[in-house]
Protein backbone atom coordinates (compact mmCIF):
# COMPACT_ATOMS: atom_id res chain seq x y z
CA UNK A 1 0.00 0.00 0.00
CA UNK A 2 0.90 3.88 -0.62
CA UNK A 3 1.74 4.40 3.15
CA UNK A 4 4.01 1.38 3.55
CA UNK A 5 6.72 3.13 1.16
CA UNK A 6 9.56 4.59 3.16
CA UNK A 7 10.02 8.21 0.74
CA UNK A 8 5.65 8.33 1.60
CA UNK A 9 6.03 8.66 4.97
CA UNK A 10 7.76 10.70 7.52
CA UNK A 11 10.70 9.06 8.87
CA UNK A 12 11.43 7.25 5.37
CA UNK A 13 14.58 4.71 6.00
CA UNK A 14 13.06 3.39 9.35
CA UNK A 15 12.16 -0.02 10.12
CA UNK A 16 13.47 -0.74 6.50
CA UNK A 17 16.30 -1.97 4.81
CA UNK A 18 18.55 0.47 2.42
CA UNK A 19 20.90 -0.28 -0.24
CA UNK A 20 23.20 1.38 2.36
CA UNK A 21 23.08 -1.16 5.04
CA UNK A 22 23.16 -3.94 2.68
CA UNK A 23 26.55 -2.45 1.52
CA UNK A 24 27.68 -2.46 5.03
CA UNK A 25 26.31 -5.60 5.48
CA UNK A 26 28.39 -7.34 2.83
CA UNK A 27 31.57 -5.71 3.85
CA UNK A 28 31.17 -6.84 7.13
CA UNK A 29 30.58 -10.25 5.65
CA UNK A 30 33.47 -10.61 3.24
CA UNK A 31 35.84 -9.07 5.99
CA UNK A 32 34.64 -12.07 8.23
CA UNK A 33 35.37 -14.81 5.90
CA UNK A 34 38.92 -12.80 5.09
CA UNK A 35 39.81 -13.49 8.92
CA UNK A 36 38.40 -17.13 8.69
CA UNK A 37 40.74 -17.53 5.39
CA UNK A 38 43.67 -15.89 6.80
CA UNK A 39 43.26 -18.11 10.04
CA UNK A 40 42.13 -21.78 8.93
CA UNK A 41 42.56 -21.72 5.05
CA UNK A 42 45.30 -19.77 3.72
CA UNK A 43 43.66 -19.07 0.58
CA UNK A 44 46.05 -16.43 -1.76
CA UNK A 45 42.77 -13.83 -1.42
CA UNK A 46 45.04 -10.71 -1.56
CA UNK A 47 46.59 -12.31 -5.47
CA UNK A 48 43.15 -12.70 -7.28
CA UNK A 49 41.14 -10.15 -5.57
CA UNK A 50 43.30 -7.09 -4.02
CA UNK A 51 44.04 -4.44 -6.12
CA UNK A 52 47.32 -4.41 -8.06
CA UNK A 53 49.48 -3.06 -11.21
CA UNK A 54 50.82 -6.66 -11.32
CA UNK A 55 46.97 -8.33 -11.44
CA UNK A 56 46.10 -5.61 -14.28
CA UNK A 57 49.02 -6.19 -16.22
CA UNK A 58 47.72 -10.33 -16.11
CA UNK A 59 44.44 -9.49 -17.08
CA UNK A 60 42.49 -9.49 -13.36
CA UNK A 61 40.40 -6.32 -14.58
CA UNK A 62 37.67 -8.02 -11.65
CA UNK A 63 39.96 -6.42 -9.18
CA UNK A 64 38.92 -3.17 -9.96
CA UNK A 65 35.51 -4.06 -8.38
CA UNK A 66 36.56 -7.17 -5.83
CA UNK A 67 39.45 -4.61 -4.35
CA UNK A 68 36.28 -2.60 -3.18
CA UNK A 69 34.79 -5.64 -0.66
CA UNK A 70 38.38 -6.55 1.27
CA UNK A 71 39.57 -4.79 4.12
CA UNK A 72 42.95 -4.35 5.95
CA UNK A 73 41.68 -4.77 9.55
CA UNK A 74 38.60 -4.05 11.88
CA UNK A 75 39.38 -0.69 12.24
CA UNK A 76 39.49 -0.06 8.46
CA UNK A 77 36.29 -1.69 7.39
CA UNK A 78 34.87 0.20 10.63
CA UNK A 79 35.28 3.52 9.22
CA UNK A 80 34.09 2.81 6.15
CA UNK A 81 30.65 1.34 7.25
CA UNK A 82 30.43 4.60 9.19
CA UNK A 83 31.18 6.63 6.21
CA UNK A 84 28.65 4.21 4.57
CA UNK A 85 26.21 4.74 6.79
CA UNK A 86 25.98 8.22 6.76
CA UNK A 87 26.58 9.81 3.43
CA UNK A 88 25.27 6.56 1.51
CA UNK A 89 22.13 7.00 3.21
CA UNK A 90 22.11 11.02 2.15
CA UNK A 91 22.75 9.48 -1.85
CA UNK A 92 20.12 6.87 -1.36
CA UNK A 93 17.23 9.27 -0.03
CA UNK A 94 17.86 12.08 -2.76
CA UNK A 95 18.63 9.47 -5.70
CA UNK A 96 17.69 6.28 -5.07
CA UNK A 97 19.11 2.80 -4.55
CA UNK A 98 20.00 2.13 -8.11
CA UNK A 99 22.25 5.53 -8.21
CA UNK A 100 23.81 5.09 -5.21
CA UNK A 101 25.35 1.43 -6.02
CA UNK A 102 26.28 3.63 -9.01
CA UNK A 103 27.40 6.51 -7.46
CA UNK A 104 29.43 3.80 -4.58
CA UNK A 105 30.73 1.10 -7.46
CA UNK A 106 31.88 3.78 -10.10
CA UNK A 107 34.08 5.92 -7.98
CA UNK A 108 35.81 2.90 -6.90
CA UNK A 109 36.83 1.94 -10.10
CA UNK A 110 37.88 5.48 -10.31
CA UNK A 111 39.46 5.44 -7.42
CA UNK A 112 41.01 1.79 -8.46
CA UNK A 113 42.42 3.35 -11.84
CA UNK A 114 43.71 6.51 -10.35
CA UNK A 115 45.67 4.39 -7.64
CA UNK A 116 47.40 1.98 -10.74
CA UNK A 117 48.19 4.83 -12.78
CA UNK A 118 49.78 6.50 -9.83
CA UNK A 119 51.53 3.04 -9.15
CA UNK A 120 53.06 2.44 -12.83
CA UNK A 121 54.47 6.15 -12.80
CA UNK A 122 56.13 5.67 -9.32
CA UNK A 123 55.74 2.42 -7.91
CA UNK A 124 58.34 2.67 -5.03
CA UNK A 125 55.51 5.13 -3.63
CA UNK A 126 52.12 3.83 -4.91
CA UNK A 127 53.11 -0.15 -5.76
CA UNK A 128 51.11 -1.79 -3.11
CA UNK A 129 48.08 -3.57 -3.45
CA UNK A 130 45.27 -1.75 -2.66
CA UNK A 131 41.81 -3.20 -0.80
CA UNK A 132 39.10 -1.21 0.93
CA UNK A 133 35.53 0.64 0.39
CA UNK A 134 37.11 4.33 0.99
CA UNK A 135 37.48 5.03 -2.71
CA UNK A 136 33.33 4.45 -2.64
CA UNK A 137 32.81 6.34 0.56
CA UNK A 138 34.71 9.68 -0.78
CA UNK A 139 32.94 9.25 -3.73
CA UNK A 140 29.59 9.07 -1.52
CA UNK A 141 31.07 12.07 0.05
CA UNK A 142 31.04 13.87 -2.62
CA UNK A 143 27.77 13.26 -4.24
CA UNK A 144 26.79 14.18 -0.47
CA UNK A 145 28.02 17.69 -1.16
CA UNK A 146 26.77 18.10 -4.28
CA UNK A 147 23.07 17.36 -3.26
CA UNK A 148 23.73 19.28 -0.20
CA UNK A 149 26.49 21.46 0.35
CA UNK A 150 25.46 23.08 3.51
CA UNK A 151 24.36 20.06 5.22
CA UNK A 152 26.44 19.84 8.37
CA UNK A 153 27.91 16.84 9.69
CA UNK A 154 30.33 15.86 12.62
CA UNK A 155 34.05 15.75 11.82
CA UNK A 156 35.69 13.48 14.04
CA UNK A 157 31.86 12.89 15.91
CA UNK A 158 32.68 16.34 17.66
CA UNK A 159 33.53 19.15 15.33
CA UNK A 160 30.77 20.25 13.20
CA UNK A 161 31.53 21.30 9.03
CA UNK A 162 29.56 21.69 6.43
CA UNK A 163 29.92 18.67 3.60
CA UNK A 164 31.24 21.15 0.91
CA UNK A 165 33.75 22.04 3.35
CA UNK A 166 34.49 18.65 4.50
CA UNK A 167 34.98 17.11 0.67
CA UNK A 168 37.38 20.20 0.05
CA UNK A 169 39.74 19.22 3.12
CA UNK A 170 39.59 15.39 1.98
CA UNK A 171 40.46 16.03 -1.47
CA UNK A 172 43.14 18.54 -0.39
CA UNK A 173 44.52 16.30 2.04
CA UNK A 174 44.77 13.62 -1.14
CA UNK A 175 46.50 15.72 -3.35
CA UNK A 176 49.04 16.55 -0.77
CA UNK A 177 49.85 13.14 0.29
CA UNK A 178 49.59 12.51 -3.08
CA UNK A 179 52.26 14.79 -4.58
CA UNK A 180 54.50 14.34 -0.64
CA UNK A 181 54.22 10.61 -0.08
CA UNK A 182 54.71 10.06 3.40
CA UNK A 183 55.37 6.21 3.38
CA UNK A 184 51.94 5.19 4.74
CA UNK A 185 49.80 2.67 3.37
CA UNK A 186 46.91 4.66 2.78
CA UNK A 187 45.75 4.79 -0.84
CA UNK A 188 45.55 8.42 -1.09
CA UNK A 189 45.31 7.89 -5.19
CA UNK A 190 42.45 5.63 -5.08
CA UNK A 191 40.78 8.18 -2.74
CA UNK A 192 41.19 11.29 -5.29
CA UNK A 193 40.15 8.81 -7.86
CA UNK A 194 36.99 8.25 -6.02
CA UNK A 195 35.91 12.25 -5.45
CA UNK A 196 36.54 12.55 -8.97
CA UNK A 197 34.27 9.61 -10.35
CA UNK A 198 31.39 11.11 -7.95
CA UNK A 199 32.01 14.38 -9.29
CA UNK A 200 32.31 13.05 -12.79
CA UNK A 201 28.78 11.09 -12.58
CA UNK A 202 26.77 14.10 -10.77
CA UNK A 203 28.03 16.36 -13.50
CA UNK A 204 27.57 14.05 -16.46
CA UNK A 205 26.60 10.52 -15.79
CA UNK A 206 22.46 11.44 -16.43
CA UNK A 207 23.23 13.06 -19.98
CA UNK A 208 25.38 10.15 -20.45
CA UNK A 209 22.98 7.77 -19.19
CA UNK A 210 20.13 9.18 -21.70
CA UNK A 211 22.75 9.83 -24.93
CA UNK A 212 23.46 5.37 -24.43
CA UNK A 213 19.50 4.73 -24.38
CA UNK A 214 18.90 6.55 -27.05
CA UNK A 215 21.46 4.99 -29.29
CA UNK A 216 20.62 1.41 -28.12
CA UNK A 217 20.47 -1.32 -30.94
CA UNK A 218 16.21 -2.29 -30.72
CA UNK A 219 15.38 0.39 -28.75
CA UNK A 220 11.48 -0.28 -27.72
CA UNK A 221 9.12 1.68 -29.79
CA UNK A 222 5.24 1.97 -28.80
CA UNK A 223 2.96 0.38 -31.01
CA UNK A 224 0.13 2.43 -32.88
CA UNK A 225 -2.12 1.14 -30.02
CA UNK A 226 -0.52 2.49 -27.38
CA UNK A 227 0.56 5.79 -29.00
CA UNK A 228 -3.62 6.15 -29.11
CA UNK A 229 -3.92 5.22 -25.35
CA UNK A 230 -1.09 7.91 -24.72
CA UNK A 231 -2.82 10.80 -26.29
CA UNK A 232 -6.32 9.91 -24.99
CA UNK A 233 -5.19 10.04 -21.27
CA UNK A 234 -4.73 13.38 -21.66
CA UNK A 235 -7.25 14.59 -20.22
CA UNK A 236 -8.07 18.30 -18.89
CA UNK A 237 -6.46 19.08 -15.50
CA UNK A 238 -10.22 19.33 -14.10
CA UNK A 239 -11.24 16.20 -15.81
CA UNK A 240 -8.22 14.04 -14.34
CA UNK A 241 -9.06 15.51 -10.90
CA UNK A 242 -12.47 14.60 -11.29
CA UNK A 243 -11.54 10.91 -12.71
CA UNK A 244 -9.12 10.54 -9.42
CA UNK A 245 -11.73 11.27 -7.07
CA UNK A 246 -14.25 9.39 -8.93
CA UNK A 247 -11.95 5.75 -8.40
CA UNK A 248 -11.72 4.02 -5.39
CA UNK A 249 -8.62 4.52 -3.47
CA UNK A 250 -7.06 1.23 -3.98
CA UNK A 251 -7.04 1.02 -7.86
CA UNK A 252 -6.36 4.80 -8.03
CA UNK A 253 -2.96 3.70 -5.57
CA UNK A 254 -2.56 -0.04 -7.62
CA UNK A 255 -3.29 1.43 -11.42
CA UNK A 256 -1.84 5.32 -11.02
CA UNK A 257 0.72 5.69 -7.59
CA UNK A 258 2.50 2.59 -8.04
CA UNK A 259 3.99 2.64 -10.97
CA UNK A 260 5.59 6.20 -9.65
CA UNK A 261 6.56 4.92 -6.69
CA UNK A 262 8.69 1.92 -8.45
CA UNK A 263 10.25 4.57 -10.66
CA UNK A 264 11.15 6.92 -7.14
CA UNK A 265 12.55 3.61 -5.85
CA UNK A 266 14.60 3.36 -9.07
CA UNK A 267 15.13 6.96 -9.99
CA UNK A 268 15.00 8.81 -6.93
CA UNK A 269 12.50 11.72 -6.60
CA UNK A 270 14.14 14.36 -9.12
CA UNK A 271 13.14 11.99 -11.97
CA UNK A 272 9.75 12.43 -11.38
CA UNK A 273 7.07 14.94 -13.86
CA UNK A 274 5.37 17.87 -12.61
CA UNK A 275 2.44 15.22 -13.62
CA UNK A 276 3.56 12.60 -11.46
CA UNK A 277 4.54 15.02 -8.82
CA UNK A 278 0.43 15.81 -8.97
CA UNK A 279 -0.49 12.18 -8.77
CA UNK A 280 1.46 12.02 -5.70
CA UNK A 281 -0.16 14.90 -4.28
CA UNK A 282 -3.65 13.99 -5.05
CA UNK A 283 -2.68 9.87 -3.24
CA UNK A 284 -1.96 12.07 -0.16
CA UNK A 285 -4.66 13.41 0.17
CA UNK A 286 -6.90 10.53 -0.73
CA UNK A 287 -4.88 8.73 2.09
CA UNK A 288 -5.50 12.10 4.94
CA UNK A 289 -8.94 11.54 3.92
CA UNK A 290 -9.09 7.97 4.83
Do not use: C
Not at 49 to 57: E, I, P, T
Not at 198 to 208: F, N, Q
Amino acid sequence: MLDDRYYMRQGSSRGRWLLTHWLIAINIVIFALQEVNAFYIGLPVEKYLALSADGLQHGYLWQLVTFQFLHGGFVHVLFNAIGIYFFGRMVEERLGRTALLKVYLLSGIAGGLLQSLLSAVWPQHFGLWVVGASAGVYGLIAAAAVLDPGASILLWFFLPIRTKHFLIFIAAVSVFYILVPNGSHVAHGAHLGGILGALAYMRWGATWEDFIRSRRIGYPRLRPRQLMRARASKAAPWQRERESEEIPPEEFISREVDPILDKISEHGMQSLTPRERQILEAARAKMERR
